[in-house]
C-alpha cells in the first residue's frame, strides 16, 4: 500500500494541477487525496479532471462549503483510515512545503520507526523564505509560547507538514478536536507526544506562496492563542494511556 498525502484546499486553482504533477513524478508513489471545501475558483474540477490521468492513486473528497482546515484533516484522516493506509502525510496546496521533502518525512516514519515525522523550520535557526519579518516572529515565538504553557518539545509547534504513522491517528479521538487552525495543528501534535509516540522534526526550507491567497486570518491567531490554554487547561482532566503500554498489560 502506498503512503497517502492530504492536500486541504480552498481556492488553488494556481497551485494544484502543478502540485498533483509533482507528487505524481516522486521517486517514491504516493496516493493524494484532497479535501476541498466547494472552492468558488473551480479547484475540484481541475481534481476531477486529473483523476483520468492518475486513477486509482489521485482521490478527491467535496465538503459543502469553506469548514475550516482542521476538519479538512480530520475528514481526510478518517477516509484514510478507512481504508489501509499505513503512513499518512499532510501538507498545503501552495508549494511552501517542498513536495520532494515528503520522501524525508515518510522515510523517518517507515525507516527510522517514528510515528511522527514533523517537516521543521526552526530545528536550526530559522529556514523561512519570502515571509514577511512580523509573520517570521509570530510563528517562531508561536512555538516558544506553547512549549512554554504546555511543555510541548517540538522546535516548530505550528508546522502543518507532516507524516503520521496510522496507529497514533487510530489512538488520538479525531472526533473530540475542535480546532481549525493553527491550533489544530498544535493541539495534534500535543496529543500525540501526550500519548508517547516517537516524534522527530526533519529540518525543511518553507517558501511562503507565490500564487494564490492565504487563509491565515486574525480569528485563526486568535484560536491559536487563546486555545494553547484550552489544550493545556483540558489535558489535566485526561488520562494518555500509551498505546505500547497499553498493549503490553
Ligand atoms: N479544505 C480547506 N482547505 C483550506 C481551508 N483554509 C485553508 N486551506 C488550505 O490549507 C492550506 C494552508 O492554507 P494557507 O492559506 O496557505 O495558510 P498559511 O500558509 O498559513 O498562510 C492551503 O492548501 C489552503 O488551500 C479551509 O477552510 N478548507
Ligand atoms: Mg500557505
Known amino acids: 500500500m502506498n503512503p497517502i498525502v492530504i492536500i486541504p484546499t480552498y481556492n488553488e486553482i494556481e497551485n494544484i494541477e502543478s502540485i498533483i504533477e509533482v507528487i505524481m513524478g516522486l521517486p517514491v508513489a504516493f496516493d493524494l487525496l484532497v479535501?476541498?471545501?466547494n472552492s468558488p475558483d473551480g479547484t475540484a474540477e481541475v481534481v476531477k479532471k486529473m483523476q483520468a490521468k492518475y486513477p486509482?492513486?489521485?482521490?478527491?473528497?467535496q465538503r459543502e462549503g469553506k469548514l475550516g482546515l482542521g476538519t479538512a484533516y480530520?475528514?481526510?484522516?478518517?477516509?484514510?483510515?478507512?481504508?489501509?493506509?499505513?503512513?499518512?502525510?499532510e501538507m498545503d496546496a501552495d508549494f511552501?512545503?517542498?513536495?520532494?521533502d515528503l520522501?524525508?518525512?515518510?522515510?523517518?516514519?517507515?525507516k527510522q520507526g517514528y510515528d511522527l515525522a514533523i517537516g521543521s523550520r526552526y530545528v536550526k535557526g530559522i529556514n523561512?523564505?519570502?515571509?514577511s519579518i512580523e509573520r517570521i516572529l509570530i510563528s517562531y515565538f508561536a512555538s516558544l509560547y506553547v512549549k512554554f504553557i504546555t511543555g510541548l518539545p517540538i522546535n516548530d509547534a505550528t508546522a502543518g507538514f507532516k507524516c503520521y504513522r496510522r496507529k497514533v491517528l487510530e489512538t488520538i479521538n479525531l472526533n473530540k478536536i475542535r480546532f481549525i487552525?493553527?491550533?489544530?495543528?498544535?493541539?495534534?501534535?500535543?496529543?500525540?507526544?501526550?500519548?508517547?509516540f516517537?516524534?522527530?522534526e526533519i529540518p525543511i526550507i518553507f517558501t511562503d506562496r507565490t500564487k494564490g491567497k492565504s487563509k491565515m486570518s486574525i480569528a485563526i491567531f486568535r484560536e491559536a492563542f487563546f486555545g494553547v490554554f484550552q489544550i493545556k487547561i483540558q489535558s489535566l482532566f485526561q488520562r494518555y494511556i500509551p498505546q505500547d503500554a497499553s498493549i503490553a498489560k
Not at 96 to 100: D, E, G, L, T, V
Not at 181 to 195: D, N, R, S
Open 35 to 37: 479535501v476541498d471545501d
Open 56 to 61: 486509482n492513486r489521485l482521490f478527491l473528497e
Open 74 to 89: 480530520i475528514h481526510g484522516f478518517q477516509w484514510a483510515l478507512a481504508r489501509e493506509y499505513e503512513f499518512i502525510c
Open 96 to 100: 511552501s512545503h517542498n513536495p520532494n
Open 103 to 110: 520522501v524525508r518525512l515518510y522515510e523517518a516514519c517507515a
Open 128 to 131: 523561512v523564505v519570502n515571509w
Open 181 to 196: 487552525g493553527y491550533a489544530f495543528q498544535i493541539e495534534m501534535k500535543f496529543l500525540t507526544w501526550k500519548f508517547g
Open 198 to 200: 516517537k516524534i522527530i
